[in-house]
């Protein structure tokens, strides 16, 4: 739809989209900000990919999926907020935000993926609710800045072998 538009700086989509397909906002790097109605339901693959300056995102409570690496690249992306309508982080969904810094996952959240939070250095400390009950292997691969990981008590021993030795599990 509007890949590759590298002029693009803002969008406000209006009420009639349901769904981001694949690659819809791809390689727009001068994107800093988008709306997303309640309407839309789904996030598609590499929606977002390589908006480097988009810097946060809210995903409206509608949204009951989003494939992977739809922010892939968003190199600039401080914060977002996941919906409780999400019941998985997908693989690669954030790979290479380098800026990302505050991520709240939902108590509806039960599965995050392999590489989810792959190369997200500026992520020190999350917290995994309950609800989680799979958490990918390489998660928080090449979080090199990742210290602190809160988890529910009792699972301390289900992520000990998954998560690195420096990380403190609170």
Request: glycine share 4%; proline share 4%.
């Amino acid at each position: 739809a509007f890949c590759q538009c590298t002029d693009l700086k803002n969008v406000i989509l209006g009420g009639n989209v349901t769904k981001l397909g694949l690659n819809a906002f791809s390689d727009c790097i001068s994107l800093t900000s988008i709306t997303i109605p309640n309407s839309v339901t789904s996030i598609g693959m590499s929606v977002f990919s390589n908006c480097k300056n988009l810097r946060s995102i809210v995903i409206p409570n509608s949204v009951e999926r989003i494939d992977i690496q739809a922010f892939h690249n968003c190199s600039n992306l401080t914060s977002i907020e996941i919906p409780n309508s999400l019941s998985e982080i997908t693989g690669f969904l954030f790979e290479d935000c380098f800026s990302l810094k505050s991520i709240t996952i939902p108590n509806s959240i039960s599965i995050i993926r392999n590489y989810a939070f792959k190369n997200c250095i500026s992520l020190t400390d999350i917290t995994i609710p309950e609800s989680v009950k799979d958490l990918g292997e390489k998660a928080f691969d090449g979080c090199s800045n990742l210290s602190v990981v809160r988890i529910p008590r009792g699972s301390i021993n289900r992520y000990t072998r998954i998560l690195p030795r420096r990380i403190r599990l609170l």
